[in-house]
């Protein structure tokens, strides 16, 4: 009798811990598709092709470098990001600006630096800052665009006769200097993916960084900020806006955001993306 109560009991505590566990995984894949299912999405995409193109410098009349808004307003008292291209050949007059910026190159070649130093070419995908209130020069070869970032506007360009020592230096980080980081270095891209990123900034409040997602990817970059700033810096990328399941190609220059939770549904096909982010949120990188 007592084996027999001992077995009964053996088979209801089974039962128990099988139920317990499905009951346990059905919840776990509930929550999963909860996670996966943004309520009134803020997704949005600006392809290359939808930019307004403009003078950054109108008082260099044909000369200046044309200028094309991505967020904010380069006018006003906001973050923002822009482009900027240049024709080939373009060397700017020493001049300065009275905020700081951040820039990558996007296409072309560009050289950012003290007016008497030495040309060095900064291919796509390199990073740079510029102090505000410090004498530089801006020069490309080749037709050449680059991302410009600032945290606060006006945009403005100034004569040397008013420069000033902020106390920032400058940055130029080379596309081949980059350091990148893997799943086994961040745990914000998932183990089974064979992205890499690399932290560029952090001010406490807000970072940018670069997202390298390789041939053949396929799956999601969630975001929890209620600030995102993506710019597609090199590849093309196949992005699927989560309202209406329409998918958008993404050229150089293209740009996608959120304000809110976002899942962005994103591909690569058969070229290396990299991306430049700006958040004030976490990221975490899925492969599917």
């Known amino acids: 009798m007592n084996i027999r109560i001992a077995y009964t009991s053996f088979i209801v505590t089974l039962l128990l811990l099988v139920s317990c566990n499905d009951n346990k995984q059905t919840k776990n894949e509930t929550e999963n598709n909860i996670s996966d299912q943004i309520e009134n999405p803020t997704n949005k995409v600006l392809l290359s092709s939808e930019i307004v193109w403009e003078k950054l410098n109108p008082a260099r009349g044909d000369q ?14 906001v973050a923002t990001g822009f482009l900027a291209k240049f024709v080939d050949g373009f ?3 020493p001049h300065i600006h009275n905020a700081t910026y951040r820039a990558v190159v996007i296409k072309g070649s560009i050289h950012n630096d003290d007016p008497e130093a030495a040309n060095m070419w900064m291919k796509p995908g390199s990073f740079w800052t510029q102090p505000q209130g410090e004498s530089h020069i801006t020069a490309s070869k080749g037709e050449s665009i680059a991302l410009v970032e600032i945290d606060k506007g006006p945009y403005l360009v100034k004569p040397i006769e008013e420069a000033f020592d902020n106390g920032e230096r400058p940055i130029n980080i080379d596309a081949s200097n980059i350091v990148w980081l893997d799943s086994k270095k961040t745990n914000w891209i998932d183990v089974k993916s064979k992205a890499e990123l690399s932290f560029l900034w952090d001010d406490s409040v807000s970072k940018g960084l670069f997202i390298k997602l390789p041939k053949t990817f396929n799956g999601t970059i969630k975001t929890d900020g209620t600030v995102l700033h993506s710019v597609v810096i090199q590849g093309l990328l196949n992005y699927t806006l989560p309202q209406n399941q329409e998918s ?13 939770n976002a899942i962005h549904t994103v591909s690569s096909a058969d070229n290396e993306v990299i991306l430049y982010i700006r958040t004030n949120g976490s990221i975490k990188i899925n492969e599917l």
Request: proline residues 10%; aromatic residues 10%; charged residues 20%.
């Open 64 to 77: 200046s470098p044309q200028a094309g808004t991505l967020w904010g307003d380069r006018k006003g008292e």
């Open 91 to 93: 060397s700017s007059p």
């Open 248 to 260: 958008k190609v993404l050229d150089p220059g293209s740009y996608f955001s959120a304000t809110s």
